[in-house]
């Protein structure tokens, strides 16, 4: 850590003005640990529901396997809109991460306990423990998620030009958990046992959640409960810590009600309850928005947050198919051997993160750079070229596939270069997306816009995982589909970019 430490002062003395302020790396080791809990887990969520019943697996097929990830990965980015509302209405962002936080670490050691036979010997009682651990972990990441993200935003003003770096210097946070998470979790999970691998992802979310509790004195009062602030206090008080435990229990008991309830109900009921959770969640976030949005230019900029999550969408669709089928193409169509070392599958996850940790720094300081020249470029056209250089990675992407039909096998270099071009998309999109939000948000709203902005993320998460079996019934190749979709998108936005810049109001 104390490299990364000097790699921030470093960054620093390059920006104009005062340093970042110190409650943002705080918030960056939180993230850090949180993010090597998910993307330990994720990295062996298909592996694990893949393999075969002798090796500890649950023997899941492609299709299955993809499905489960793409209703998890979905749910996990969905549930934010509701942490989100509870934050800003009744808890404050610090009390709604600490809830998050421990109940996610308790979803992790859910899925050790069933992924071995320690504590239960039926494949069915496992799958169903398994699936009650994966719910667990959505709950927690609802209330985790955008709370984190808009503390971060709070530290700045909206017009101060540290703020998109200080996103790219957080989002860095992000990805050297993502580094750290498959070379533990992945590699104890791959090549120890698979709920050693869990059990990692549940101790770095404990040491995410101490971490936070012990630096809160950087924070300068921000993320406090709403009642705290009415009464002056500067910290959580015994009450608020009894809040926290009975909204953990809470969220733990509701998984368990939930997944009673489906188990005694027909497909009918499911259906049902679907439609009318979705058309409900539709109809609360529109009553949240029209509430809380007040004039022409907070209501302009609440249409630009709501076009580009449409694109948002777009971008995740493919830049997802690292855990599903990018994880899929490494274990069964590259060639891992390197001299006699087999490299492990989970590996792979770490391109994107490793790139990330590389380039975020140069690209922080590539926007102040350009902001000082007045040539960086607004946020639609960062989208754009987010896109397009997306467009060429899945084109690569559809050479490597055509290459390893017929069972061969082609270097490991193919994933390699998508993975590095999609992240150099990735740090033109993401930080900056989170930026916007923050910036264009209505402030009674702020954590709620975060929420949908989150839940752009949850619609292309799931169709990265379900295009593949959408494409096949009309004899499409889901990679080229890719980069087409990309490109058509990265069009609209230049096009659209002029609009959407007069809807910002000054914001950049």
Known sequence: MSDTTSQFEDLEKKTPGKGHPKGLYSLFFTEMWERFSYYGMRALLTLFLTAQLVTGGFGLDRAESLSIYGIFTALVYLTPILGGWFSDKILGQRKSILIGGITMAIGQFMLAASAGEFFMQGLEERKHFFYLGLGVLILGNGFFKPNISTIVGDLY???????????????????IGAFLSPFVAGTLGEKVGWPWGFVAAGVGMLIGVLWFHFRRNTLEGLGLPPKAIAEGRTDLNSKDWVDILLYTLGNVAIVFGIMAFWGAT?????SIVIWV???????FIGMSIFKGTSGPTEWTRVFVILILAFFNIVFWAGFEQAGGTFNLFA???????????????TWFQN???IAIVAMAPLFSI???KLAAKKLNPRTPVKFAMAMFIGAVAFYIMSIAANNAKDGNLVSPMWLVVVYFL???GELMLSPIGLSMVTKLSPHKIVSIMMGVWMASFALGNYLAATLEQILTKYDFELYPFIAGLMVVSGVCLLLL????NRFMKGIH
């Open 366 to 368: 590539l926007w102040i």
């Open 497 to 500: 970019s002029p609009l959407l």
């Open 157 to 175: 003003d909206n017009d101060d030009p540290r703020k998109d770096g200080g996103f790219t210097i957080f989002y860095m946070g992000i990805n």
């Open 331 to 345: 274990e069964e169509n590259t060639n891992r051997m390197v001299g006699g070392f087999q490299i492990p599958t």
């Open 266 to 270: 027909s497909d009918l009921i499911h």
């Open 277 to 283: 959770f979705g058309i409900s969640g539709a109809l």
């Open 422 to 424: 999609l992240t150099c």
């Open 351 to 353: 391109v994107n993160p």
